[in-house]
C-alpha cells in the first residue's frame, strides 16, 4: 500500500496543531449529521429571527433577502423537516448501536458514553477550581462535561423547539386535543427557547470549539474528522492514553474513531474552514443582530 | 358661431363709427366685438404695448367652449354694449346672475378678505360647464386650481378618489370651511353623511357602530376619549382612511396602513398585536397574516362583549374560520392580544413568558461566567508564562 506524500497541515484548523499522526475522532455518519444540524439550523435561525424581532430595523430588509414573509415559512418549515429528518435518524442510529455493539454498557456508562456521570461534576468542580487557581486543569475522556452539554441540547431543543413548532405549524389539528390559550404559550417557549438554542450556539459553543485560544481561530476537527495526535493529547488526554497511535502504522480506511487517520488533504482542510468561517461568520453576525434587538426593543 | 345678441345687433345698427379701423368695419355687415378685439393691430395703435393689445384680444373660443358658451360678451361686460365704450364701462358681478352661489360663497372661508372670489377657482372666459368638472379631467383640473393655494400632496396615482371624486367632491365648493368647523362637509362630525354621500353602506354600518357613536361624544369641545381609546381623534372616515392621499382596499399597503391607524388610538392592542404572530408577520409584509380588519371586522365594530362583534363569544369561531378554515371551538380560546405582563389575565401567557426569561438570563449567566473565566484564567497564565504549566498535573477519574 503506498502512502502519498501527505499536505502541509492547514495551521488555521487547531485540530492539526503541532505534530504527530492523525487520529480518527468522528466517522463520516457524525460529520454529516452535525453537517445537517448546521445546515438546518442556520435555515431555521435565519428565518426565525426577522419573525421574533420583526421591529428591528434589520428584520424588513433580512425578510425581503429571503424572499418575502411566505418564503421565509416555506425555508422554516424546511429546515424544520431536515431536523426532524436528521432527528429521527440518529435516533435510528442509537438503536442500532445499542443492538449491535458487543458492550451495548459502554455507550450507557464510563469514559466513552456521552451520559453524564458523576465524573462530569467533578471534572466541573475542577475547572471551577483551575479558573481560580485552585487546582490543575481537569483532563477528559472522550467528550468533556461541555461536549456532553452541546449533545443533550439538541435533544431538549427539537424536543421544546420541534413540539412547540409542530403545534404552531399545524394548529387546527392541535386544537382538536387542547385549548388555544397553548398556541399563545408555544410561540413563547418556541421563541425564547430558539432564542436560547441561537444565543447559546453562537457564542458559548462557538467560543469552547473555535475561540478560546486553544482553538483560534477554528477547530475543524467536526469536519474532516480527524485531529493530530497532539490535539488530542491536550483536549482528550485520557482517551489517548488508552490508545497508541504512531506515525508508522497504516492509516484506517474505514474512518473508526481511534484509529491511525491520514491527514486531512490540503483541498479538504481548505473546504473545512472555509465552511467553518462562514458559519462562524454568519453566526457573530446574527448575534450581533440580535444584541442590537434585545438592548433597543 | 354665435348667433347675433342684443349688444352685436346693435353694433352692427350704429350708422357712422369714426375712427374705427376703416376695413374691419367697413367690411363687416353687423360691426360685432371682434370686429375690434379680433384685430390686433388696429388694438395695438391704441394702447402703449403689444402686451396690452394682446389683453384686449377677445376670447371668443375659450368662452365659445365654456359654460357661458350661448352668452355674448356684453351679457358680462355690459357698459361695454355701446361704442364709443365709456369711460366708466364696468363689467357685472357674477352674483348678478348666480345670486345663491354667491350668498353661499360670503358665508365660507374663501370670503374671508376675498381671499379667493370667483375667477380664483373658476377662472372667467374659461369657466367650465359643471358636467365637464364631474370628469377625471375636471377632477384633474381642480386639484391644479385649488392646488394653486393649497399644497397639501396628492399623490394622485394611489389615491382612489384622485381620478373620480374632485376637491369639491368633499370640500362644499362655495361655503368652504376648515374641517375643525362643526358646519364642514369634512368635519368628523359630517364624514358620516359627505363620504355617505357615495359611500352609504359603509356609512350607516358605521354610524351605529363602537366609532361612529363616539364621534359625537369626541368631536365637539370637552369631548371625553372612550374607555380603551389612545387618542383623542374622533374616530369618523378619515381617522382611519386618512384623507388625501388615500389608499384603495385593494392597494398593497393598504392593511399595514390600516393597522397603523388603528394603533394610533389603541395601542396597547397594537402592542400586543405586534407581538402575537400575526402581528409579527403583517409588519414583515405578509399579504395573508390578520390585520385587525380581518378580526374586528371595519365598519360595523363593536365591543368583544356585543353580540354582534365578530369577535363575541357567539361569532369568534366563525371569524377564526375565515382563515383557519378547520378550526374548533377550542383553537378560538387563543388570546390573539395575550399580554406577557398581565399575570391576572393571561396567567399561563405570563408565567410561560417569565419562566422562558429567567430561564434565558440564567443559561446566559452561568456559561457567559464559565466562558469569561477561561478566558480570564488563561489571560493571567499567559501573563506568567505558564500557559501549560498545569495541564497534565492531575489523572482522570477512570
Not at chain 1, 182 to 206: K, S, W, Y
Not at chain 2, 53 to 60: C, D, I, N, T, W
Not at chain 2, 185 to 210: E, F, I, K, S, Y
Not at chain 2, 321 to 348: I, M, S, V, W
Amino acid at each position: 500500500m503506498t502512502v502519498p506524500k501527505p499536505d502541509a497541515p492547514l495551521h488555521l484548523d487547531s485540530a492539526q496543531r503541532g505534530e504527530g499522526p492523525f487520529v480518527w475522532r468522528f466517522q463520516a455518519y457524525h460529520r454529516w449529521t452535525h453537517a445537517a444540524v448546521i445546515v438546518s439550523f442556520f435555515l431555521l435561525v435565519l428565518t426565525g429571527l426577522p419573525l421574533r424581532f420583526s421591529q428591528a430595523f434589520w428584520a424588513g430588509p433580512l425578510m425581503a433577502l429571503l424572499g418575502g414573509v411566505e418564503m421565509a415559512g416555506l425555508l422554516h418549515r424546511i429546515g424544520a423537516g431536515i431536523t426532524f429528518a436528521y432527528f429521527g435518524a440518529h435516533l435510528g442510529f442509537l438503536v442500532h448501536k445499542l443492538v449491535r455493539a458487543p458492550d451495548p454498557m459502554k455507550l450507557l456508562w464510563g469514559p466513552d458514553s456521552l451520559v453524564p456521570q458523576p465524573r462530569d461534576v467533578v471534572d466541573f468542580v475542577r475547572q471551577i477550581r483551575w479558573y481560580f487557581g485552585r487546582g490543575p486543569r481537569p483532563r477528559f475522556t472522550r467528550w468533556s462535561y461541555m461536549e456532553k452539554f452541546d449533545y443533550f441540547a439538541v435533544f431538549w431543543g427539537v424536543a421544546i423547539i420541534g413540539g412547540s413548532g409542530l403545534m404552531l405549524w399545524f394548529p387546527e389539528f392541535f386544537a382538536r386535543f387542547i385549548p388555544g390559550w397553548v398556541f399563545n404559550v408555544a410561540t413563547i417557549v418556541h421563541a425564547d427557547e430558539a432564542l436560547l438554542a441561537a444565543g447559546f450556539i453562537f457564542t458559548i459553543h462557538f467560543f469552547h470549539v473555535h475561540f478560546r485560544p486553544e482553538k483560534f481561530p477554528l477547530d475543524a476537527v467536526m469536519f474532516t474528522g480527524r485531529a493530530t495526535k497532539a490535539y488530542m493529547e491536550e483536549e482528550h488526554p485520557l482517551v489517548m492514553e488508552q490508545i497508541e497511535i504512531h506515525a508508522s502504522q497504516p492509516p484506517s480506511l474505514e474512518q473508526k474513531p481511534d484509529t491511525p487517520a491520514p491527514p486531512p488533504t490540503r483541498r479538504a482542510s481548505l473546504i473545512a474552514a472555509a465552511l467553518g468561517f462562514a458559519a462562524v461568520a454568519v453566526g457573530l453576525a446574527l448575534t450581533g443582530m440580535i444584541l442590537w434587538a434585545v438592548i433597543l426593543y | 358661431m354665435r348667433r347675433p345678441t342684443f349688444g352685436t345687433l346693435l353694433l352692427a345698427a350704429l350708422p357712422s363709427l369714426s375712427g374705427a379701423p376703416s376695413t374691419a368695419l367697413a367690411q363687416a355687415a353687423r360691426p360685432t366685438c371682434e370686429s375690434c378685439h379680433g384685430e390686433l393691430e388696429f388694438l395695438r395703435q391704441h394702447v402703449p404695448t403689444l402686451e396690452d393689445a394682446r389683453k384686449l384680444m377677445s376670447p371668443e373660443a375659450t368662452l365659445a367652449a365654456s359654460a357661458h358658451g350661448s352668452m355674448s360678451c356684453s351679457d358680462c361686460h355690459d357698459g361695454f354694449r355701446r361704442y364709443p365704450h365709456g369711460a366708466t364701462a364696468t363689467t357685472l358681478n357674477c352674483q348678478s346672475c348666480h345670486e345663491e352661489v354667491a350668498r353661499v360663497w360670503s358665508l365660507g372661508m374663501h370670503a374671508l378678505d376675498s381671499a379667493a372670489t370667483c375667477r380664483d377657482c373658476h377662472g372667467t372666459h374659461d369657466v367650465k360647464p359643471l358636467r365637464e368638472l364631474r370628469t377625471p379631467e375636471g377632477a384633474r383640473a381642480m386639484r391644479q386650481a385649488c392646488g394653486s393655494c393649497h399644497f397639501e400632496p396628492v399623490s394622485a396615482g394611489l389615491d382612489p378618489h384622485a381620478d373620480s371624486v374632485s376637491c369639491a367632491g368633499c370640500h362644499e365648493p362655495h361655503r368652504t370651511l376648515p374641517a375643525e368647523d362643526e358646519r364642514a362637509n369634512t368635519n368628523p362630525l359630517n364624514q358620516g353623511r359627505t363620504c355617505g354621500a357615495c359611500h352609504d353602506t359603509m356609512a350607516t354600518a358605521w354610524r351605529a357602530d363602537v366609532h361612529g357613536t363616539a364621534v359625537p361624544e369626541m368631536a365637539r369641545p370637552g369631548g371625553r376619549l372612550p374607555e380603551g381609546a389612545t387618542s383623542p381623534e374622533p374616530p369618523a372616515c378619515s381617522a382611519c382612511h386618512g384623507a388625501h392621499g388615500m389608499l384603495a382596499p385593494s392597494d398593497p399597503g393598504f392593511q399595514a396602513r390600516m393597522v397603523e391607524r388603528c394603533s394610533h388610538c389603541h395601542e396597547p392592542y397594537a402592542e400586543s398585536y405586534a407581538d402575537s404572530y400575526h402581528g409579527q408577520a403583517s409588519t414583515l409584509g405578509s399579504a395573508v397574516a390578520a390585520t385587525c380588519h380581518d378580526c374586528h371586522g371595519s365598519h360595523g365594530i363593536y365591543p368583544a362583549s356585543d353580540p354582534r362583534s365578530t369577535v363575541s363569544d357567539a361569532r369568534r369561531l366563525d371569524t377564526c374560520r375565515t382563515c383557519h378554515q378547520q378550526a374548533t371551538a377550542g383553537f378560538a380560546l387563543f388570546q390573539p392580544h395575550a399580554d406577557h405582563n398581565d399575570r391576572e389575565k393571561y396567567p399561563y401567557v405570563y408565567w410561560s413568558y417569565h419562566l422562558m426569561t429567567t430561564l434565558l438570563i440564567g443559561v446566559f449567566l452561568v456559561f457567559g461566567a464559565h466562558t469569561a473565566l477561561w478566558l480570564a484564567r488563561l489571560g493571567f497564565d499567559a501573563l506568567r508564562g505558564t500557559s501549560h504549566g498545569a495541564r497534565h498535573d492531575v489523572g482522570g477519574g477512570s
